[in-house]
C-alpha cells in the first residue's frame, strides 16, 4: 500500500512540474488594456527657413523653407495633463538639418551638384566654394545664409474614430543618448474633460529569465485600419549597463530581437513593454534592425523627475478600472454602464468603446455572472401584502389600546365626603369579631344593604368614661368588664 501512494505522489507531482511551464507562459486575457489607452503615436518635422544672400552678380534674396520628417514612433502618456515619455531619437534629429537646407538652396538656385544631405561639401568654383561654406552653420558675420529651424511634435492619440490633426506637443526634457527617454507636454489641446488615460509604471523590472511581457505601439498613423498592435515577447539575461535589457524566447521557437526590432523600425519604436504580473509599464522598445532591446522603468522615472514631471493617475483611469474589473469577472450587466461614464469623461476611449459593445450584447445571457444569481433572488423575494397587512393591525392594535389607557386614566368618579357631624357607618361584625380581626360573610350570604342611614348606638365605660365598640367586653383603658 506504501508503494502504491508514492507512485501515485511522485506521478502527480511530475505532473504539476511538466504543467508550471505551460503556466508560466500562458498570457492572461486583457493584461495590457490599462496601458493600451495611453499609447500614443508621434511624428516630429523640423521646419526650416532659409534666405540665401546671393550677391556674386546683383545682390539676389533667395528664400526657401523645408519640412524634414525627424522621426516616427510611439509614446506613453504619464499624467492626464497629457505628459508623454518616448525616445529621444523621435523627436530630436541627430543631424543639423540647417546643413541640408544650405545644400538644398545652393543646388536650386546656382544650379550646382550638390547632394541634399546632412554633410558639408566643397565645390570647384573657389567663389561658390567660398559662398556655401560661408552658408553653413554656424551664423558668422560673412555668412551668406540666414537660417531659422524649428521643431514641430504632433501627437496622434489613440482613440475612436481616429483623430487625423492631433495636437502639437515640445520637448522639456531630451536625453543624453537616442536611445534615452525624451519627455514631452503638450502645447495645445489635450483630450477629455478631465485628462488624458495615462499608463501605471511599475516598481521594477522583474529580474527572472523568460519572464513574459506584452509590446504595444503603433505601425502607422492611426485610422480606421491602422490600430495599436499588441506583441507577446520574453525577457532575455542581461541589464541596462549593458545597453538595455536583451529579449529571447524560453523554447527557441521565434527569434524575438529580430521580430521586435522589425516592429521598431516600422514604428513602434519607443513602445511601452508590459509586464505580465500585473498590466503595468516595466520599460520601452529601443533599437532595431537584428538587436531590439528594452530600457527599464528606472531609466524612465529618473528622466520624468529630471523634468519635474509627476506620474499620476486620473479620474478616467479610476472609473476605467472600475468597470475593467466587472468586465473581466464576466458580470458584463455592470460592467457596462461603468464603460458608458469613462466614454463620456474621455469620448472615444478605444479600450472601454470595445468592451462596452461586448458588454451590451452579453449581459443577461448565460454568460452573465450577474444574471445568475437573478433568479435566486427572485424565488426567495416576499410579497409586501402580508408586511402591509401586519402594519394595518398593529395600527389598529395601538389605537384601541391607546383609548383604553385614556378611559382606565379618568378613573371612577370621586365619592363626596360626608358631613362633619355624621359618623361614617361601620360595616356590620360577626360574632366573636373584633375591632382588629374582622371576619366577613360571603358576599353571596351578606342581606342587601339598607338605603336608610341609621345612626348606631355609642356606648362608654362607666369606670374610666372612654369610648367602647360594638363587641368590647372590657374596657381597653381600665379593664372594667362592660
Known sequence: MSRLTALVGATAMTVVVLGLPALAHEHPSGITDLVT?????IEATAHVEITLLDHIGDLVHVERAYDLPIGKGTGIVVNPEGAIVTLTRIVQSPDDVRIYAANKVFSEHHKVKVPADFKRHKLDDPQLDRH??????PKRPTATCIINAT???TIFPNISPPDAKGFTAEVVKAGAGPDTPAVLVPTGRADGSVGMPTAPLADKVPDKPGSPTNVAGFLGRPAAKVQHTVEIAHLGQGGSGQGGRPFSDPEKKVDEPVKLGGLADRGMIGAPVIGDKDGHVIGMLVGGGKDARMIGVREITTA????????RRGAVDSAFEAALTRFHTKYYTEAAPGFQRVIELYPGHIVAGAHLKTSLAKRGTSEDAGTKQAPIRQGSSVPLWPFIAAAGVLFVAALVGAYLLWRRGRGPAPVPRPPDGLAAVRPRLDEGSTETVVVRRDQALQAAPNPVLIASEQRYCTGCGMRLGHGHRFCGYCGLPT
Open 304 to 311: 520624468l523627475a529630471a523634468a519635474g514631471v509627476t506620474p
Open 37 to 41: 489607452p495611453a499609447v500614443v503615436r
Open 132 to 137: 556655401l561654406r560661408d552658408c553653413y552653420p
Open 151 to 153: 521643431t514641430s511634435i
